[in-house]
């Protein structure tokens, strides 16, 4: 396939704009890649989570991007306990079939693909469905260096309230 050449009148014009915009950052530090197989799994605290769960940090809160990323995964029925969050919490089902909940509304099954926004302050849930597994992505931004409020765990008719 033949691709269009660019004019250079157009190329030029693009690159001086970029370049020439006064916001730019300084730059700070160099590029680091961490490698795979570098970031120990964690077992999920038995305060915090009902079943097995197993947390794989994937990033750490930086001064300018103030928000960590995690891949939790849930075995069949494990759940995390109630909890908020004091900026909010996003999450990306990774693989598998979850459920999630919050306070006072019903249990919803989420899915791999779906994005959950989880608003600060908003008394939820999340965790696997009974019979599979759920690995979701969670980007948690930080508040005073806290980025979650535990609560009670979630009990059993709550959990099966479908
Ligand atoms: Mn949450």
Redesign the pocket.
């Known amino acids: 396939m033949k691709l269009p050449i660019p004019s250079p009148l157009l190329l030029s014009g693009a690159l001086a704009v970029s370049a020439g915009a006064a916001a730019e950052p300084t730059p700070q530090g160099a590029q680091q890649i961490v490698r795979s197989g570098e970031q120990a799994s964690v077992a999920g605290p038995e305060n915090f989570f009902t079943g097995r769960a197993r947390i794989d940090p994937v990033w750490p809160v930086r001064d300018t991007l103030n928000a960590s990323g995690g891949l939790v995964t849930f075995e069949p029925g494990a759940r ?1 306990a109630w ?1 908020t ?1 004091p900026a909010g ?1 996003q ?1 990306v089902v990774m693989s598998g079939v979850g459920l999630t909940q919050e306070w006072g509304k019903p249990v919803t099954e989420i899915r791999a693909g779906d994005v959950i926004w ?1 608003p600060p302050g908003v008394k ?3 965790g696997a469905a009974p019979d599979t597994a759920m690995t979701h992505l ?1 980007v ?1 931004a930080t508040v005073d260096g806290k980025n ?1 409020t535990w609560m009670e765990k979630v009990s059993d008719d709550q959990y099966h309230a479908r």
Do not use: K
Request: proline share 0%; hydrophobic share 35%.
């Open positions: 995390s909890h969050h919490q999450l989880c939820h849930w999340h969670a948690t979650v």
